[in-house]
């Protein structure tokens, strides 16, 4: 095994070759600890291995006297190229202990588990003084805890100690409990039950609540749903309908619609549905010809008195609480007119699995995906006047529906209600099918009523059941706009150079000029490299000769550039697909979009970037990391543009205009970290959306420059610029549309909260 030690904080304990040996028999990745062991107090463990692919969590298992205590187990998310840490106590001296690796395929999954072949690049134990144990604790739980979100530390040991007071317990025994939560991780695949038992359950109203809803005069919505019954169906519409007449909120009403078909040859199974109906004055039977189940939504007058509309689709159910969550949200804000819900998939047993855990109004994510699903609730009125667009003024299919959405509605007339409210069984294939060409089919006739210049380019189904995703090329104004690249550099001529030469060589788009930004650069074969470069007309040099300061760096250049597309590209950015920044470009163009951003990956082609999602690690962290480079990500959305409320400062393309609109970068507050976040902010603030595309593909070979905040005046730098975007943004970091509350805010994976 290899080893590489970073400086101890104090004392350390290194594990050396000599004292790792294997445990055998079937705990291939399991290691134990011989020689010298930690003695009682705090200690920071310290992992990496040389290559975590496949690989999620060490688990440290330690005998302080009484054999192998789980309470005194640490499990330690493993993080891809980076030293994973976790501060541990141990209450006596450690008399053994035993390292087990984790891999995915203990996950559940269908992957095999390597574990057996890792090797251990570095590894520790170091010391902690007790307070500043204590400090580093109670900062991890004010950046990524839930409860203690944006508080100072201070705030946080305070707290921690009134509730061991409440509770009487020690202040250490809460506080660990709470950091132990941090590092918790439930996988939508495998910990879906566990957070059905711990979260959804809390999520339940009272039924005093309930009551007072139903009972409000006048009622703040009336439903009215549409179950469409065919020979195929039949089965499944009795727990749909039941599903329905078991709603919490009782103002709906149901046209139950049964083919002709069906009423021809009479079954028990129809028999027992048109009971239903008749015993429910609610439910309104119908005769109705052929058509998909599933996909039309009624708009005619004798839904007068109706508020929202929606179809129940037969392969489904709604939750319990389905119709009071929507008449909630209602009474909370009158002016809605879309409402949509999570959902999840029944398996053959009826247990609930895959939950779909969806974001806020995302309209260029809608663009491709019809991810807000099959249920939801439109308002009657904005339903008829869609409709008006349709050949067949009576019918609206849902995702024609949606579409047209796009253009009548902000953010503030929809709401996405962050429950999972909907349970879909699985589709057969065949409807599954007709379900795909449907929405094609919409998305095609949008396209071309709307005037969108974009040419469908692919239709294909992602690894979700029920979304399939678009390509679309957006048309380059012509003649093409000059794009200025702006690339901030000092010294580091290796990867200047990798940057650069990949971007003249490979970058189809003809019109652009790189404005490399020199901020002190004194290595001889730099300056050489410089003056060569220039050679080139689309390459020109600048002197910035001041402290380093990535915000200050990038608004110089700003004020040199030709073009009215600016691009700010790291210097260890390299370029893989070269219709990158046609592609950045055609988005940066619609008049609608602010900054754009790239699928950036690490040099051993996994997801270093796929998006920024706010308030990860208590400001902001990168979407799907260390992602396969062919994974689909959650919900497809690795392989799909959409909107998102930042995207990294590495590779990003924005019109100058807007650039200047918010006062370009900010350096007075933010000179290092996060003021490409920032700027995103102020951009969406300023009322434009921001946009991530899975189709600019480029390596980030990430600070290899300007190296890692491993100084004490570095993290203490970082903790300000942390601190200023929580004081600037405040719950927005906390909030953010393009995520789902339901997902975790403390790793990057789309884990379940």
């Given at each position: ?82 030293v994973a840490k976790r501060i541990c106590f141990f209450p006596a001296r450690v008399r053994a202990a035993e390292l087990e690796i984790i891999g995915s395929g203990d996950a559940g999954t269908n992957e095999p588990d390597p574990a057996a072949g890792y090797q251990v690049s570095h ?218 819900t999570d959902a999840d998939t029944l398996n053959r047993a009826g247990g609930r699995e895959a939950p779909l855990f969806r974001p806020a109004w995302n309209p260029d994510l809608l663009l491709v995906s019809s991810y807000v699903g099959q249920c939801c609730f439109f308002r009657r ?373």
């Open positions: 095994m290899s080893q590489s030690f970073m400086r101890p904080l104090r004392s350390f304990v290194r594990l050396q070759p000599s004292t790792l040996s294997p445990l055998g028999g079937d705990k291939k990745s399991a290691m134990a600890w011989h020689g010298r062991l930690p003695g009682k107090g705090w200690y920071m463990l310290e992992f990496q291995l040389a290559e975590a692919t496949g690989a999620r969590h060490l688990l440290l298992r330690v005998d302080c006297g009484n054999g192998f205590d789980p309470a005194l187990s640490v499990t330690l998310p493993l993080r891809q190229g980076k590894c520790c134990l170091a010391w902690l003084a007790p307070h500043f144990a204590r400090d580093r604790l109670c900062q991890r739980l004010a950046n990524m805890h839930r409860n203690f979100r944006g508080q100072s530390s201070r705030a946080v040991s305070k707290a921690l100690k009134r509730e061991a007071t409440e509770h009487g317990r020690s202040w250490r025994s809460v506080a660990l409990m709470h950091y132990s939560e941090t590092f918790h991780k439930r996988c939508p695949e495998t910990g879906y039950a566990e957070w059905l038992a711990q979260v959804e359950v809390g999520q339940f109203p009272q039924s005093e609540d309930v009551a007072a809803l139903a009972a409000s005069e006048p009622p703040p919505a009336l439903f009215t749903l549409r179950l469409r019954v065919a020979s195929h169906t039949l089965d499944s519409a009795w727990p749909a309908l039941r599903s329905l007449k078991s709603q919490s909120y009782p103002h709906w009403r149901l046209y139950l619609e049964v083919s002709a078909d069906l009423l021809a040859a009479p079954s028990p199974a129809l028999t027992r549905l048109q009971e239903a109906a008749l015993g429910d004055k609610r439910v309104i039977l119908q005769e109705r010809g052929g058509g998909l189940s599933g996909q039309r939504l009624c708009t005619s007058e004798e839904s007068a008195d109706t508020h929202f509309v929606s179809e129940l689709p037969p392969v489904g159910r709604l939750h319990t609480h389905a119709l009071y969550f929507a008449a909630k949200a209602i009474a909370q804000n009158s002016g809605l007119q879309l409402l949509y009125e904005l339903l008829q006047r869609i409709s008006r667009g349709f050949p067949a003024a009576k019918e609206v299919t849902i995702y024609g529906a949606l579409l047209r959405c796009r253009e009548l509605l902000t953010a503030d007339d929809v709401s996405h209600i962050p429950r999972v409210l909907y349970h879909q069984k699985v589709i057969p294939v065949a409807d599954q099918q007709l379900l795909e060409s449907a929405e094609k089919n919409a998305l095609k006739h949008y396209l071309a009523d709307a005037g969108i210049q974009t040419e469908l380019e692919g239709w294909q189904s992602t690894e979700v059941q029920g979304t399939p995703s678009a390509r679309l090329r957006w048309a380059i104004p012509k003649p093409e706009p000059m794009v200025s690249l702006l690339v901030p550099t000092r010294d580091g001529v290796d990867i200047l150079r990798q940057c650069v030469d990949s971007i003249l060589q490979k970058t189809e788009y003809p019109n652009y000029e790189i404005l490399i930004l020199d901020n002190q650069s004194r290595c001889s074969e730099t300056l050489v490299y410089f003056q060569e470069v220039q050679r080139d007309s689309r390459v020109r040099v600048y002197q910035w000769n001041h402290s380093f300061n990535y915000s200050a760096i990038n608004n110089f250049g700003a004020t040199l550039a030709r073009g009215s597309v600016l691009g700010l590209i790291n210097n260890d950015i390299e370029v893989i697909t070269p219709g990158w920044l046609c592609e950045m470009v055609a988005h940066a163009c619609r008049e609608e979009i602010g900054c754009v951003g790239a699928k950036l990956y690490y040099g051993n082609d996994t997801v270093q970037h796929g998006g920024v999602i706010l308030g990860i690690g208590g400001t902001a962290g990168h979407s799907h990391k260390y992602a396969r480079r062919d994974a689909a990500g959650y919900m497809g959305r690795l392989q799909v543009v959409q909107n998102l409320s930042a995207v990294t400062g590495a590779c990003l393309v924005l019109r100058k205009s807007v650039f200047e609109q918010v006062g370009g970068l900010n350096e007075a507050d933010l000179a290092i970290a996060y003021n490409d976040v920032d700027l995103c902010l102020k951009v969406r603030e300023a009322g434009y959306r921001n946009l991530w595309t899975p189709y600019a593909e480029l390596y980030h070979h990430e600070s290899v420059s300007r190296g890692a905040d491993d100084t004490t005046a570095k993290r203490r730098r970082a903790q300000r610029e942390a601190d200023y975007m929580r004081r600037r943004w405040g719950d927005q970091l906390d909030t953010d549309p393009a995520y789902n509350p339901n997902l975790t805010l403390i790793h990057e994976d789309f884990s379940l909260a």
